[in-house]
Nanobody, 117 residues
Framework: QVQLVESGGGLVQPGGSLRLSCAAS????????MAWYRQAPGKQRELVAA???????AYASSVASRSTISRDNAKNTVYLQMNRLQPEDTAVYYC???????????WGKGTLVTVSS
């Protein structure tokens, strides 16, 4: 089993930035990919950004120009830096981990990001 704990959410003004962190523990050797997903009220969960063990990266088109995902394998932690946040970025952000970022095996409990003035 793998446990994922997210941190860094909160209230942000439009145009602001935030950095989310997700620390993994447990059977971390079973993890290849780590990713951030988000789910806004009334919408399906969607991929925001993903990073593989060897550093390959994928972004959703809606965030690609203003986001950076990174990973510290020594700390078993993945980060998501998001800039120029807008109200439509408001969602619960979930950290995922597993063999393939399109079908995560493990999920964190989520952290709420609210973008509002």
């Amino acid at each position: 089993q793998v446990q994922l704990v997210e941190s860094g959410g909160g209230l942000v003004q439009p145009g602001g930035s935030l950095r989310l962190s997700c620390a993994a523990s447990g059977n971390i050797f079973s993890i290849d990919d780590m990713a951030w997903y988000r789910q806004a009220p009334g919408k399906q969960r969607e991929l925001v950004a993903a990073i593989t063990r060897d550093g390959s990266i994928a972004y959703a088109s809606s965030v690609a120009s203003r986001s950076t995902i990174s990973r510290d394998n020594a700390k078993n932690t993945v980060y998501l830096q998001m800039n120029r946040l807008q109200p439509e970025d408001t969602a619960v952000y979930y950290c995922g981990a597993g063999k393939n970022y399109n079908a995560m095996d493990y999920w964190g409990k989520g952290t709420l990001v609210t973008v509002s003035s």
